[in-house]
């Protein structure tokens, strides 16, 4: 590395003064790029904008298609007890009662006391969500 440096001081006929803000200078733009793709990467992940692109595109190219569903309330809802299953409307939010109750992360506990998986609860109340007559034009 030593040898790099002397190599470029003489190259560039700069005094060590000017050497060492060339130092500091490489070091700022080094951070600032590190700061930049730290940003481009926090707002793509936590977005979900490039997770949804590259799932996208890894569909289209193995010929599957790709629907997003929107989920809102199925974590909520019990779908043993049939609750409604209302759109989230962020220009129009509104309160909604359900009849059952999720206590702890993974369990769900519906009207009659019934102990279920939250995620089983959460997975059929998404797939009651997706409209049948969509699933049946893509085929």
Excluded at 28 to 56: A, D, I, M, P
Aim: with cysteine; hydrophobic share 35%; glycine share 6%.
């Amino acid at each position: 590395m030593a040898t790099i440096l002397l190599n470029q001081t003489n190259r560039l006929r700069v005094s060590g003064k000017e050497l060492e803000i060339i130092k500091q200078l490489c070091h700022l733009s080094k951070n600032l790029f590190n700061v930049g793709l730290y940003n481009v990467w926090q707002y793509f992940f936590t977005e979900g904008k490039f997770l949804r692109y590259e799932l996208q595109s890894l569909c289209t190219r193995s010929g599957i298609n790709y629907i997003e569903q929107e989920e809102s309330y199925t974590s909520k809802s019990s779908f043993l007890d049939r609750d409604i299953l209302p759109d989230y409307n962020a220009d129009n939010p509104q309160k909604y009662s359900f009849k059952g109750k999720r206590i702890k992360r993974g369990l769900y506990k519906t009207a009659k006391g019934l102990l279920v998986n939250a995620d089983v609860n959460g997975a059929h109340l998404s797939s009651r969500k997706l409209k049948v007559s969509r699933i049946f034009k893509l085929i």
